[in-house]
């Protein structure tokens, strides 16, 4: 069965930084494109970045461009999103979700949620 | 970056068929056969894949759920509305150089 496990998540200042964390199992992790999805209180979903499989490609949304940093550790089974600079509108539950056939995001973690507040 | 225009709500009796719309622009929905739909039945729940590449459905998903797409609006549409279809619609669409966009979605509510 694949799962996708997000953690990390947690309170943090105004200006602060993250990392958050998602383990795969049941898949042949290094072989699939992931990436972060997020889901702010009361709100729909938006997709903040990619990476791909051989980490040749990686893209973000404008929202975090240039503040959060995407990577993985085939190695591990492991992909990372690192947020600087925090904001309170990054404030959010933030699922990690793998690339399936034709770009569809065919697994989804339970989510970790990142609150900004000071 | 801007998200897929959905209604807010949607909403049918048991068994009639209710068809929620996704328009994008050329440079997303318009452009590629890469629209998905999710659904997320409570809110902090993890979002389920339902339809992909624009009308196939992943194993397990109920043939009432069909997708459509037409130049740059896409479609889903459930047929034989159940209670347990309630929850939020969200459809996705790849954009250019390697990103994807999201609908703001879609509140489907079974009366």
């Known amino acids: 069965e694949v799962q996708l496990a997000e953690s990390g998540g947690g309170l943090v200042q105004p200006g602060g930084s993250l990392r958050l964390s998602c383990v795969g199992s049941g898949f042949v992790f290094s072989s699939y494109s992931m990436m972060w999805v997020r889901q702010a209180p009361g709100k729909g979903l938006e997709w903040i970045s990619y990476?791909?499989?051989?980490?040749?490609?990686?893209s973000y949304a404008d929202s975090v461009k240039g503040r959060f940093t995407i990577s993985r550790d085939n190695a591990k089974n492991s992909l990372y999103l690192q947020m600087s600079s925090l904001r309170a509108e990054d404030t959010a539950v933030y699922y990690c979700?793998?690339?399936?056939?034709?770009?569809?995001?065919?697994?989804w973690g339970q989510g970790t949620l990142v609150t900004v507040s000071s | 970056q801007s998200a897929l225009t959905q209604p807010p709500s949607a909403s049918g009796s048991p068994g009639q068929s209710v068809a929620i719309s996704c328009t994008g622009t050329s440079s997303d929905v318009g452009s590629y056969n890469y629209v998905s739909w999710y659904q997320q039945q409570h809110p902090g729940k993890a979002p389920k894949l339902i339809i992909y590449e624009v009308t196939k459905r992943p194993s397990g998903v109920p043939d009432r759920f069909s997708g459509s797409k037409s130049g740059n609006t896409a479609s889903l549409t459930v047929s034989g509305l159940q209670a347990e279809d309630e929850g939020d619609y969200y459809c996705s669409s790849r954009a250019v150089g390697y990103t994807w966009v999201f609908g703001g979605g879609t509140r489907l509510t079974v009366l």
């Open positions: 990476l791909s499989s051989s980490m040749s490609y990686i």
């Open positions: 979700a793998r690339e399936g056939f034709y770009s569809a995001l065919d697994s």
